[in-house]
């Protein structure tokens, strides 16, 4: 029960991540980290960030080469 919860935790976690990573691709905008004072914990949201930036481009990826998605121009 716990361990599904955690899973479930850390899963939304990545979504959120990835979804933050969408942003800053599609905008520009992303979470000005800089602003974190303690160096550690700076460190810990840039790697969380970089996590989901791994996740999206590698479904973006997956999209371009899939045939169930198509271009909207």
Known sequence: MVLGRLFHWGFDAMAISALLAGVKKTTGFS??????????????????????????????GQAVTSQYFKRNL
Request: charged share 15%.
């Open 31 to 60: 979470p000005a980290t800089e602003m974190i004072p303690d160096s550690s914990v700076r460190s810990i949201a840039n790697g969380y960030l970089g996590a989901g930036e791994t996740i999206f481009n590698l479904v973006s």
